[in-house]
């Protein structure tokens, strides 16, 4: 087996595969209301998937997480996950995914079946009114039933939070109890540039050194040495006794450590969120030779990994650092 | 004993409540307290394609309950 490692000696363990770019919901920040997603003969058939994953299994992947858009609106994703799932305490370490909690109710179960141990659920906010603005649909119930369920079987729940300015700022410390209060730790993020959206993202840019100043003022924070190989620093909060992580794209750099790449839903193989550079898979998986020319591409990948991402919001109406959308690449 | 059943996603439309509370036997099995709740809502809760789990773990209709038990039922995926 020949390891994934770039030429910043960063080995390569950690695959983010975007499975679909369509979501039920709307988040601003994310995406405009008349989103135009790819069509379905570009993305990933379940077959294609699979044989990637396990192609990066052959090169030394331990993780994989799948991620969209909203993986959970894939109608074939629970094959996918039980077929990752056989690997898990084979090639695989975890396998895990992101999801909005949407469809988490009906799904908490058969991911657990599948070998699905720990999630990550994005949740903002736990105003009713506040979700249906910030995500264009009146979903928070719904949510908030999912993350219930979740924890019902048995998943590990994170909690992902962006942090927006005159938005959800004033709410995360109570978020942030409540959060700790049912077990799941929670993670705040910065928003970051990518895709052009409606609106302005400079107007809810809410810095998390800020935010770090306000818990502390109510909290005991301590550093944790926990890692997760990504941009996350953790803390754990004594009077709560849950951890928070902070994720600040924008004011910190992270990228020494870096261990992950990520696959866009059409199989362009991103080295790094914040940066232009991909690799076509989808081209390598549709060739006569797929094995090869994937071996190739990821050996090309392996060259071409930037050493820092070129994340900045500086100004108003700034464009973003990067015109794909999140949604493409999957957080 | 006192058990609290939890009805999650569309399953809560069904039971028009998120949670209750029931009073059980003592070593009652989950299709002991279906006995106690409205016939049709037993009914549809009864459906091998409803998830059930206690205490954080997926289990069946024979899972035997202890007081403070925590029962959830969890809907199917629903189609496309």
Same mark, same amino acid.
């Given at each position: 087996?020949?390891?994934?490692?770039?030429?910043?000696?960063?080995?390569?363990?950690?695959?983010?595969?975007?499975?679909?770019?369509?979501?039920?919901?709307?988040?601003?920040?994310?995406?405009?209301?008349?989103?135009?997603?790819?069509?379905?003969?570009?993305?990933?058939?379940?077959?294609?998937?699979?044989?990637?994953?396990?192609?990066?299994?052959?090169?030394?992947?331990?993780?994989?997480?799948?991620?969209?858009?909203?993986?959970?609106?894939?109608?074939?994703?629970?094959?996918?996950?039980?077929?990752?799932?056989?690997?898990?305490?084979?090639?695989?370490?975890?396998?895990?995914?992101?999801?909005?909690?949407?469809?988490?109710?009906?799904?908490?179960?058969?991911?657990?079946?599948?070998?699905?141990?720990?999630?990550?659920?994005?949740?903002?906010?736990?105003?009713?009114?506040?979700?249906?603005?910030?995500?264009?649909?009146?979903?928070?119930?719904?949510?908030?039933?999912?993350?219930?369920?979740?924890?019902?079987?048995?998943?590990?729940?994170?909690?992902?939070?962006?942090?927006?300015?005159?938005?959800?700022?004033?709410?995360?410390?109570?978020?942030?109890?409540?959060?700790?209060?049912?077990?799941?730790?929670?993670?705040?993020?910065?928003?970051?540039?990518?895709?052009?959206?409606?609106?302005?993202?400079?107007?809810?840019?809410?810095?998390?050194?800020?935010?770090?100043?306000?818990?502390?003022?109510?909290?005991?924070?301590?550093?944790?040495?926990?890692?997760?190989?990504?941009?996350?620093?953790?803390?754990?909060?004594?009077?709560?006794?849950?951890?928070?992580?902070?994720?600040?794209?924008?004011?910190?750099?992270?990228?020494?450590?870096?261990?992950?790449?990520?696959?866009?839903?059409?199989?362009?193989?991103?080295?790094?969120?914040?940066?232009?550079?991909?690799?076509?898979?989808?081209?390598?998986?549709?060739?006569?030779?797929?094995?090869?020319?994937?071996?190739?591409?990821?050996?090309?990948?392996?060259?071409?990994?930037?050493?820092?991402?070129?994340?900045?919001?500086?100004?108003?109406?700034?464009?973003?650092?990067?015109?794909?959308?999140?949604?493409?690449?999957?957080? | 004993?006192?058990?609290?059943?939890?009805?999650?996603?569309?399953?809560?439309?069904?039971?028009?409540?998120?949670?209750?509370?029931?009073? &059980?036997?003592? *070593?009652?099995?989950?299709?002991?307290?279906?006995? =106690?709740?409205?016939? #049709?809502?037993? %009914?549809? !809760?009864?459906?091998?394609?409803?998830?059930? &789990?206690?205490? *954080?773990?997926?289990?069946?209709?024979?899972?035997? =309950?202890?007081?403070? #038990?925590?029962? %959830?039922? !969890?809907?199917?995926?629903?189609?496309?």
């Amino acid at each position: 087996m020949r390891p994934l490692v770039d030429q910043f000696a960063r080995r390569i363990t950690y695959l983010r595969l975007s499975v679909t770019d369509r979501c039920d919901l709307r988040c601003t920040y994310c995406m405009p209301e008349r989103m135009q997603f790819v069509p379905k003969a570009e993305v990933l058939s379940l077959e294609e998937l699979r044989r990637l994953a396990l192609g990066f299994i052959a090169r030394g992947v331990r993780k994989i997480r799948l991620t969209g858009g909203e993986p959970l609106v894939r109608r074939d994703v629970l094959e996918l996950v039980r077929a990752l799932g056989r690997e898990v305490g084979a090639g695989l370490d975890e396998l895990t995914l992101t999801t909005n909690g949407m469809r988490l109710a009906e799904f908490a179960a058969p991911l657990v079946d599948a070998g699905v141990r720990r999630i990550n659920v994005s949740l903002d906010t736990r105003n009713r009114a506040l979700f249906q603005q910030l995500a264009r649909r009146d979903g928070l119930m719904q949510v908030l039933s999912g993350i219930a369920a979740a924890k019902a079987v048995g998943l590990k729940v994170k909690l992902n939070t962006v942090a927006l300015k005159g938005l959800n700022e004033g709410e995360i410390p109570a978020l942030i109890e409540w959060a700790h209060g049912e077990g799941h730790d929670l993670t705040l993020i910065e928003v970051m540039p990518l895709g052009e959206i409606e609106g302005d993202r400079f107007d809810h840019y809410l810095p998390l050194s800020g935010v770090r100043d306000v818990l502390e003022a109510r909290w005991t924070l301590t550093p944790s040495p926990h890692r997760s190989g990504g941009p996350a620093r953790y803390f754990d909060v004594a009077e709560t006794g849950g951890r928070i992580g902070l994720i600040t794209p924008l004011t910190n750099n992270f990228c020494d450590g870096c261990n992950r790449v990520r696959v866009t839903a059409t199989g362009q193989l991103a080295m790094c969120l914040g940066g232009e550079a991909e690799v076509d898979l989808r081209a390598a998986l549709r060739s006569h030779e797929p094995e090869r020319r994937i071996d190739a591409a990821l050996d090309l990948a392996m060259r071409t990994k930037p050493e820092r991402h070129a994340f900045a919001i500086s100004g108003h109406g700034e464009a973003p650092a990067l015109a794909r959308h999140m949604s493409a690449t999957g957080g | 004993m006192r058990v609290r059943l939890m009805f999650l996603g569309r399953l809560q439309e069904l039971a028009g409540a998120t949670e209750r509370a029931v009073d &059980a036997a003592p *070593g009652a099995t989950v299709e002991a307290l279906l006995e =106690l709740l409205e016939r #049709d809502l037993a %009914a549809q !809760l009864r459906s091998p394609k409803v998830r059930i &789990a206690v205490g *954080g773990v997926l289990g069946g209709l024979d899972r035997t =309950l202890s007081d403070g #038990d925590e029962v %959830a039922f !969890l809907p199917p995926v629903s189609g496309g």
